[in-house]
């Protein structure tokens, strides 16, 4: 299985990139993840509506019929750290072949991509740039498969 975090729009800040990274980095021992990134639209005369259908098109471009898909959203469950390890560990158990997290631009998600996934997560009742939720979600992976094995690093 594959887990992937799947964005819109480039990491500007060097310092958000340098959390990425290092979690990337950590995560690969327990499991094949990837971080993909869509470019965003550029606004210009567009607005929120349209942009947000663009880039909802762009992601569902990218999502196959096989995936789980999880939108990252302010409006989504909230979850513990452990249990969302246990929830993380019910969604490998089905086996899809990519567990796809997403995390939308600016603007939100379009209605066509809210209806594409399975569910949603908040990682906070907080609001966060859509930049700045990408190192806390992969932290958070990492911390997951640390709960899963028993393994020092969560601290209840």
Excluded: C
């Amino acid at each position: 299985m594959q887990i992937i975090l799947l964005v819109v729009g480039k990491t500007t800040e060097n310092w958000i990139e340098s959390g990425i990274k290092e979690y990337q980095r950590r995560l690969k021992h327990y499991v094949k993840f990837d971080f993909e990134i869509i470019p965003d639209v550029k606004a210009g005369k567009r607005r929120g509506e349209e942009i947000k259908r663009i880039e909802g098109e762009q992601i569902l471009n990218f999502i196959d019929t096989t995936d789980h898909v999880i939108l990252l959203d302010e409006h989504g469950k909230n979850y513990s750290s452990r249990k969302f390890s246990a929830q993380l560990q019910k969604w490998m158990n089905a086996s899809p072949k990519r567990l796809i997290f997403v995390v939308g631009g600016a603007f939100g998600f379009s209605e066509d991509v809210k209806a594409r996934a399975k569910e949603s997560l908040s990682l906070s009742n907080m609001t966060f740039t859509h930049q700045m939720i990408r190192p806390f979600f992969i932290e958070q992976l990492y911390r997951s498969f640390t709960i899963l094995r028993g393994e020092k690093y969560h601290n209840d």
